[in-house]
Nanobody, 122 residues
Framework: QVQVVESGGGLVQAGGSLRLSCTAS????????MAWFRQGPGKEREGVSS????????MYTDSVKGRFTISRDNSAKSIYLQMNSLKPEDTAMYYC???????????????WGQGTQVTVSS
């Protein structure tokens, strides 16, 4: 049984930082691409960042480039999202997902976590 579990969300002031973590079990972790998605209040879910199975390829949505950094530790079966210079518009539920195709298309990810809430106050 595949389990994906996020942690690290919270309340932070604008300009602050948070580091999200995600651990996946029940799958061969180093064979899976991983990604972060988010859904803000009244908004559609959007892809934030993705990392290939090896960690050699990374992509970001334009609104977070230069502020967020994705990484992975295959020995720990985990990925991370370092979020700096946070803005109120980054407020959302952040979800971690695992799939065999690298990218930011939600439909290509069969395994999802329950999400962790990030709230950025102005």
């Amino acid at each position: 049984q595949v389990q994906v579990v996020e942690s690290g969300g919270g309340l932070v002031q604008a300009g602050g930082s948070l580091r999200l973590s995600c651990t996946a079990s029940g799958l061969t972790f180093d064979k899976y691409a991983m990604a972060w998605f988010r859904q803000g209040p009244g908004k559609e879910r959007e892809g934030v960042s993705s990392i290939s199975w090896s960690g050699g390829f990374k992509m970001y949505t334009d609104s977070v480039k230069g502020r967020f950094t994705i990484s992975r530790d295959n020995s720990a079966k985990s990925i991370y999202l370092q979020m700096n210079s946070l803005k109120p518009e980054d407020t959302a539920m952040y979800y971690c997902a695992a799939g065999r195709e690298y990218g930011l298309v939600a439909g290509t990810y069969p395994y999802w976590g329950q999400g962790t809430q990030v709230t950025v106050s102005s």
